[in-house]
């Protein structure tokens, strides 16, 4: 098979597997992005910065470890690998980064029983 066309299908597999990764995360990530960041528009330029680096990192490890062979499988396997790294180091990132900015449950506001009134822990 032509190198040119294992080469463009190895490029769409890998935005089509940064893309949904990037939409299966889009609502729970902006929610939590949004407490963090305390604005929509701060927590909507975090979530572009994650779609890119979602999109961006399979993309990358295609481009400089794709093999373009003359077997079709083989090569849609080898990118196959390649995105599914991609994305879980793209997702590990993201997780790892965001977790050390979401505050211990202790430092949390916590509710009374039968009030249903939040209290912090430092509240006198």
Same mark, same amino acid.
């Given at each position: 098979?032509?190198?040119? /066309?294992?080469?463009?299908?190895?490029?769409?597999?890998?935005?089509? $597997?940064?893309?949904? $990764?990037?939409?299966?995360?889009?609502?729970?990530?902006?929610?939590?992005?949004?407490?963090?960041?305390?604005?929509?528009?701060? $927590?909507?330029?975090?979530?572009?910065?994650?779609?890119?680096?979602?999109?961006?990192? #399979?993309?990358?490890?295609?481009?400089?470890?794709?093999?373009?062979?003359?077997?079709?499988?083989?090569?849609?396997?080898? $990118?196959?690998?390649?995105?599914?790294?991609?994305? /879980?180091?793209?997702?590990?990132?993201?997780?790892r980064r965001i977790w050390k900015h979401? !505050? !211990? #449950?202790?430092?949390? #506001?916590?509710?009374? !029983?039968?009030?249903?009134?939040?209290?912090? !822990?430092?509240?006198?």
């Open positions: 098979m032509d190198s040119t /066309l294992i080469f463009l299908l190895q490029v769409t597999i890998a935005l089509l $597997a940064g893309g949904l $990764a990037a939409y299966y995360l889009k609502a729970a990530l902006t929610g939590i992005l949004t407490d963090l960041c305390g604005t929509a528009g701060r $927590a909507d330029f975090w979530w572009r910065t994650s779609a890119i680096l979602l999109l961006g990192l #399979p993309l990358l490890l295609v481009l400089f470890l794709g093999d373009t062979g003359d077997d079709l499988a083989v090569a849609l396997r080898h $990118a196959g690998r390649l995105n599914l790294v991609g994305v /879980l180091v793209a997702v590990g990132l993201l997780s979401i !505050p !211990p #449950p202790a430092a949390l #506001p916590q509710r009374q !029983p039968g009030t249903g009134q939040e209290t912090t !822990p430092c509240a006198s």
